[in-house]
């Protein structure tokens, strides 16, 4: 029992995030596609007939959108620190929004549940793990982020396996139900009983507060969730250089919409591009638990600035190898590339505003999601009319130049804006 009581409650929290990531973001978008070829099958075959990918795919764009529309609502409903409930709801929504699946038969009836993922999706699967570590980490916070990340891919890579076994077994009909109810009963007891919004709520500090402020020679009155108001921020140059930044950069995500295509286009086939896409993932894992102590140890900057250079790196490597071995090592590092969404633009967003107002600023970044909801359709016509996937590779490197431009602006105004944070 002393050992249990030892243990900082942050650290339950952490482990709530994990849980939540895997089976919210990594079952119902990592792992989201899996069973679209069982669904998009002629109806004597089991499916609904519509028998192309494109109209049932076209529920992640409905995602995409409301849930850039809802950031903003989720935002002050989190700041409010009533999110037990909230969460909770959410969860439950997102989960029966998936087991509905199960039971449509027209194509249109999937966007319903897209909107659903969209509106409950905002906090859940994006906001809620970031927001909930930085509230309760001071130190090991980049550890901690990059671990509660890490089950997105964890889980991405999980439940296709459990989604494929049962639908060979029952059909896919009954796999949505299943999935959705394994996710509520390993989501729900974290977000109803475990999860408070900040430390002071059951009246701890957190993690490493004490340590970190004597590091820093602040005095021990200072408030934990000291920072700037959002209503300043917002009209700051920094703000929008990490706005952009995060919203520029997530253009990456469209390469993994097109990975079989490439590898097709080149010869390799369709099923080296799948395994590509998985290696992207695994690589996802590993970079989320590198990337949170580089964090801890050196802040936001550096490695921010490493990963796009690597990043670049990797699409220079996909605009020139043409063999399997240095492409699949090149698809493996590219996977990295996610940890500038889910870790580097919300360290930089809490290194230069703090935390007084961090929900709502990480849910209004995140508005700019809408800009990488035309990444896979932009290098899709480019491909269309050059002919090559190339063109996009050595574009992409271009737009990562931009992103480090706009971290280094934002940057520009860390010591100003600190100097004006708010108890």
């Known amino acids: ?44 075959q089991g499916g609904i ?32 620190g009533k999110i037990r409930l909230y969460f909770t709801v959410c969860v439950i929504a997102i989960c029966l929004a998936q087991a509905a699946m199960g039971f449509y038969t027209e194509v249109w009836m999937f966007y319903i549940t897209g909107a659903i993922y969209g509106i409950a999706g905002a906090p859940i699967m994006v906001v809620a793990s970031t927001v909930l570590v930085t509230n309760w980490f001071d130190k090991r916070r980049g550890l901690a982020l990059g671990i509660s990340q890490c089950f997105s891919g964890i889980g991405g890579a ?35 009983f475990v999860f408070r919004a900040k430390p002071s709520d059951i ?21 934990v969730m000291s920072g700037l108001p959002a209503k300043v921020a917002l009209l700051s140059i920094a703000f929008w250089a990490i706005f952009f ?34 290696l992207s993932m695994i690589g ?9 102590p580089l964090v801890d140890k050196y802040g936001g900057a ?51 505003f703090g935390r007084k107002d961090f929900a709502k ?17 932009s290098m899709g016509f480019v491909k269309d009319i050059t002919g090559s996937f190339v063109p996009t590779f050595y574009g992409g490197i271009v737009i990562l130049a931009i992103c480090a431009l706009l971290v280094a602006v934002a940057l520009s105004q860390k010591k100003k804006l600190q100097e004006r944070w708010e108890q």
């Open 158 to 192: 999980i439940f296709p396996l459990i989604s494929i076994a049962l639908a060979e077994q029952l059909g896919w009909r009954m796999t949505y139900p299943i999935i959705a109810l394994i996710s509520l009963v390993l989501t729900v007891p974290w977000t109803m």
């Open 1 to 44: 029992m002393d050992g249990i009581k030892k243990i900082h409650y942050a650290w339950w929290i952490m482990i709530g995030c994990c849980f939540m990531q895997g089976c919210m973001l990594g079952n119902m978008m990592n792992a989201g596609g899996t069973l679209w070829p069982m669904i998009i099958a002629p109806v004597e």
């Open 49 to 80: 007939g519509v028998g192309q990918l494109g109209p049932l795919a076209l529920y992640l764009t409905v995602y995409f959108i409301t849930t850039s529309l809802t950031y903003p609502i989720s935002g002050r409903i989190i700041a409010s």
């Open 361 to 377: 600023l990480i849910s209004y970044t995140r508005i700019s999601g809408i800009i990488a909801s035309f990444g896979a359709s």
């Open 284 to 292: 996802y894992v590993f970079a989320t638990l590198i990337m949170g």
């Open 245 to 278: 930044y995060q919203g520029i950069e997530a253009l990456m995500s469209g390469y993994n919409a097109h990975m079989t295509g490439f590898t097709d286009s080149i010869g390799l086939g369709m099923g080296f591009g799948a395994q590509m896409l998985s």
């Open 302 to 352: 550096v490695p921010t600035y490493v990963t796009l250079g690597i990043t670049a790196l990797t699409l220079f490597g996909f605009a020139v190898f043409r063999t399997e071995v240095p492409l699949a090592i090149t698809a493996f590092i590219f996977g990295m590339n996610s940890v500038i969404v889910t870790i580097s633009a919300p360290t930089l967003l809490a290194e230069l």
């Open 203 to 223: 009246g701890l500090k957190p993690y490493g507060y004490e340590e970190v402020s004597e590091k820093a020679g602040e005095s021990k009155g200072k408030s």
